[in-house]
Nanobody
Framework: QVQLAESGGDSVQAGGSLRLSCAAS????????MGWFRQSPGNEREGVAT???????TYADSVKGRFSISLDNAKTSLYLQMNSVKPEDTAMYFC???????????????????WGQGTQVTVSS
């Protein structure tokens, strides 16, 4: 059974940095796509960044140049390094995964079948 568990969410001031982690267990697929999504009250869930088993990454325009997605060598932990954070980055951040590299993009949150419970990021001005 695949399980995803996020951690690292916190309250931070604008301009600061934060690193989110997602621990994946029960994952046995060699081809996959993993990503970070976020949702704030009253808004739809939006893609932040994705990475596939080939190392290909995609980012939302709003975070390009500021956020970086990565996987550890064992492919059991997903990370999101968040730099120069802004108040508009405030949201619940979710880790997601799917066992194929197709549709591995921030544009297709509905294509992801496995989700974590989320970790809250709050950025104050």
């Amino acid at each position: 059974q695949v399980q995803l568990a996020e951690s690292g969410g916190d309250s931070v001031q604008a301009g600061g940095s934060l690193r989110l982690s997602c621990a994946a267990s029960g994952w046995t697929y060699s081809s996959y796509c993993m990503g970070w999504f976020r949702q704030s009250p009253g808004n739809e869930r939006e893609g932040v960044a994705t990475i596939n088993s080939n190392g290909y990454t995609t980012y939302a325009d709003s975070v390009k140049g500021r956020f970086s997605i990565s996987l550890d060598n064992a492919k059991t932990s997903l990370y999101l390094q968040m730099n120069s954070v802004k108040p508009e980055d405030t949201a619940m951040y979710f880790c997601a995964a799917r066992h194929t590299t197709s549709l591995c993009s921030v544009s297709y949150p509905a294509a992801f079948g496995y989700w974590g419970q989320g970790t809250q990021v709050t950025v104050s001005s």
